[in-house]
C-alpha cells in the first residue's frame, strides 16, 4: 500500500429518492474541520438532474475548492453506484458513507488521523464511530425507516441487555453480525495493530457497517462490491470489508462521529428480506470461499439455527404468519441450485431471480 503524510480524502455517495436529506449529508461533509478533496454523487433517481441542479447551485457553489461529480446511477443498484463512484474517484481514502448519514464537524479529521498515523500501511479501512444523537436539530421532510428485525442498531440494543439476555440475544437469536457472517477463509484475517497507532483512541473490528465505512481507495478499488447483489444488496458491506481485510487491519476510530439518520424508503415485506438476505450470504461464499464445500457445510448448520432464532422471533412478535422463518425455508431450498451452478450460470440465474422474486408473489423454480 501507498504509505504518506498528507492523504487526501473523497465521498463516495450512492442515492436514490433522497432529495431531502442527502443536501444535508453534503452541507456537513464540506463543513468539516477538515474537508474533502472530492464528492462524488451517483444518483438512481428518475428525477436525479433536479437533485443535482438544487446540489451544485446551493452546496457545491460554497466549496468551490473541491471537485464535484454529479452524476446518473449507470444502473440502479447500491453496489454498482458504489463501483461507480469508485472508479471516478482519485482522492486516496474513501468516505463510502450513507446518504442520510450526518457526520460530526471533526469526523472526517479523526479518521484521517489514523490513516495518516498508519506509518507501515497496514490499516485497510478505518469505520466511524456511531452516536445516537444528530450533530444538530434534524428537520427533514418525510419519515424515519421503522427499524426493525432486519435494521435496528443491535450493538445498543446489545448494551441494555446483561447476563443470560445478552448470551440469549447473540447466540439464540443471532443479532450479530458475526454470528451471522461465515468467513470465507474459515476465520477473520488477524493483523496487528501497528506501534504506531498506539496512542489512538481506536478499536480493532472484523467487519464494517455500510453507513459508516471508509477505505483505502487502492484497495476497495481492487475488491469493489458484489456485482451480482443487483437488486437487494443486504450484506455488501460485510462481504466487502470481509475482502478488503484480507489486505490489512479494520478499525473504528471511537472520536469520529457519525449519526445514521435512517430515512425511510421503500420497504420490503419480511419475507422477501429474509430470502434474499440468506441467498445474498450463500452468493458471497460460492464466489470467494477457496473450501467451498468446508464453507458451505458451515452455511447449511448456520441455516439451521436461522430457521430456529427466526421461528423464536416472529412467535415472541406475535408474527403468526411467520414470514421470517419461512424466508429461511425458501432461501435453504434455493441455496441448493446456487451452490450447484457454475460462475458463468450463476451470474445470469441470481439477477433474474432477484429481480423476478422482488417484481412477483411467486417464486421462480
Same mark, same amino acid.
Given at each position: 500500500?501507498?504509505? #504518506?503524510?498528507?492523504?487526501?480524502?473523497?465521498?463516495?455517495?450512492?442515492?436514490?429518492?433522497?432529495?431531502? =436529506?442527502?443536501?444535508?449529508?453534503?452541507?456537513?461533509?464540506? %463543513? %468539516?474541520?477538515?474537508?474533502? =478533496?472530492?464528492?462524488?454523487?451517483?444518483?438512481?433517481?428518475?428525477?436525479?438532474?433536479?437533485?443535482?441542479?438544487?446540489?451544485?447551485?446551493?452546496?457545491?457553489?460554497?466549496?468551490?475548492?473541491?471537485?464535484?461529480?454529479?452524476? !446518473?446511477?449507470?444502473?440502479?443498484?447500491? #453496489?454498482?453506484?458504489?463501483?461507480? $463512484?469508485?472508479?471516478?474517484?482519485?482522492?486516496?481514502?474513501?468516505?463510502?458513507?450513507?446518504?442520510?448519514?450526518?457526520?460530526?464537524?471533526? #469526523?472526517?479529521?479523526?479518521?484521517?488521523?489514523?490513516?495518516?498515523?498508519?506509518?507501515?500501511?497496514?490499516?485497510?479501512?478505518?469505520?466511524?464511530?456511531?452516536?445516537?444523537?444528530?450533530?444538530?436539530?434534524?428537520?427533514?421532510? $418525510?419519515?424515519?425507516? %421503522?427499524?426493525?428485525?432486519?435494521?435496528?442498531?443491535?450493538?445498543?440494543?446489545?448494551?441494555?441487555?446483561?447476563?443470560?439476555?445478552?448470551?440469549?440475544?447473540?447466540?439464540?437469536?443471532?443479532?450479530?453480525?458475526?454470528?451471522? /457472517?461465515?468467513?470465507?477463509?474459515?476465520?477473520?484475517?488477524?493483523?496487528?495493530?501497528?506501534?504506531?497507532?498506539?496512542?489512538?483512541? *481506536?478499536?480493532?473490528?472484523?467487519? /464494517? %457497517?455500510?453507513?459508516?465505512?471508509?477505505?483505502?481507495?487502492?484497495?476497495?478499488?481492487?475488491?469493489?462490491?458484489?456485482?451480482?447483489?443487483?437488486?437487494?444488496? +443486504?450484506?455488501?458491506?460485510?462481504? !466487502?470489508?470481509?475482502?478488503?481485510?484480507?489486505?490489512?487491519?479494520?478499525?473504528?476510530?471511537?472520536?469520529?462521529?457519525?449519526?445514521?439518520?435512517?430515512?425511510?424508503?421503500?420497504?420490503?415485506?419480511?419475507?422477501?428480506?429474509?430470502?434474499?438476505?440468506?441467498?445474498?450470504?450463500?452468493? #458471497?461464499?460460492?464466489?470467494?470461499?477457496?473450501?467451498?464445500?468446508?464453507?458451505?457445510?458451515?452455511?447449511?448448520?448456520?441455516?439451521?439455527?436461522?430457521?430456529?432464532?427466526?421461528?423464536?422471533?416472529?412467535?415472541?412478535?406475535?408474527?403468526?404468519?411467520?414470514?421470517? +422463518?419461512? $424466508?429461511?425455508?425458501?432461501?435453504?431450498?434455493?441455496?441448493?441450485?446456487?451452490?450447484?451452478?457454475?460462475?458463468?450460470?450463476?451470474?445470469?440465474?441470481?439477477?433474474? /431471480?432477484?429481480?423476478?422474486?422482488?417484481?412477483?408473489?411467486?417464486? *421462480?423454480?
Amino acid at each position: 500500500m501507498t504509505v #504518506c503524510k498528507n492523504l487526501t480524502w473523497g465521498l463516495v455517495i450512492s442515492t436514490y429518492n433522497r432529495e431531502k =436529506v442527502l443536501p444535508l449529508c453534503l452541507e456537513l461533509a464540506i %463543513q %468539516q474541520s477538515r474537508p474533502p =478533496v472530492e464528492i462524488i454523487v451517483v444518483d438512481a433517481s428518475d428525477h436525479w438532474q433536479d437533485t443535482r441542479n438544487q446540489v451544485m447551485g446551493e452546496i457545491a457553489v460554497k466549496a468551490p475548492e473541491i471537485r464535484w461529480i454529479y452524476e !446518473a446511477a449507470e444502473q440502479r443498484s447500491i #453496489c454498482l453506484q458504489r463501483n461507480q $463512484g469508485i472508479r471516478l474517484a482519485t482522492a486516496d481514502v474513501l468516505f463510502l458513507i450513507d446518504d442520510d448519514s450526518l457526520m460530526y464537524p471533526t #469526523c472526517a479529521e479523526e479518521i484521517m488521523r489514523v490513516y495518516e498515523a498508519d506509518t507501515e500501511g497496514a490499516i485497510a479501512g478505518v469505520q466511524a464511530a456511531a452516536v445516537d444523537q444528530p450533530p444538530m436539530d434534524v428537520a427533514i421532510a $418525510g419519515n424515519r425507516k %421503522q427499524t426493525g428485525a432486519a435494521s435496528e442498531n443491535f450493538t445498543t440494543k446489545q448494551s441494555l441487555l446483561s447476563g443470560m439476555m445478552h448470551w440469549l440475544w447473540k447466540q439464540v437469536f443471532l443479532m450479530d453480525a458475526k454470528k451471522l /457472517f461465515l468467513p470465507y477463509d474459515g476465520d477473520f484475517p488477524a493483523h496487528p495493530i501497528p506501534s504506531s497507532l498506539a496512542n489512538l483512541n *481506536i478499536w480493532q473490528v472484523e467487519l /464494517f %457497517q455500510g453507513y459508516r465505512m471508509t477505505f483505502r481507495r487502492e484497495v476497495i478499488a481492487k475488491e469493489t462490491f458484489e456485482p451480482l447483489l443487483r437488486y437487494y444488496s +443486504a450484506g455488501e458491506d460485510l462481504d !466487502a470489508s470481509y475482502r478488503v481485510s484480507r489486505h490489512g487491519c479494520l478499525l473504528m476510530a471511537l472520536d469520529a462521529k457519525l449519526h445514521h439518520y435512517q430515512s425511510a424508503g421503500g420497504r420490503l415485506s419480511r419475507f422477501k428480506i429474509s430470502v434474499l438476505s440468506a441467498l445474498n450470504q450463500a452468493l #458471497c461464499i460460492r464466489k470467494n470461499a477457496p473450501n467451498l464445500r468446508r464453507v458451505k457445510g458451515l452455511y447449511y448448520r448456520l441455516m439451521m439455527r436461522r430457521i430456529v432464532a427466526e421461528l423464536l422471533k416472529d412467535l415472541l412478535s406475535r408474527r403468526w404468519s411467520l414470514p421470517q +422463518a419461512r $424466508g429461511m425455508v425458501v432461501a435453504n431450498r434455493y441455496s441448493h441450485k446456487l451452490f450447484s451452478l457454475s460462475e458463468t450460470e450463476l451470474a445470469d440465474w441470481y439477477v433474474q /431471480f432477484q429481480r423476478e422474486f422482488l417484481e412477483q408473489n411467486r417464486l *421462480i423454480a
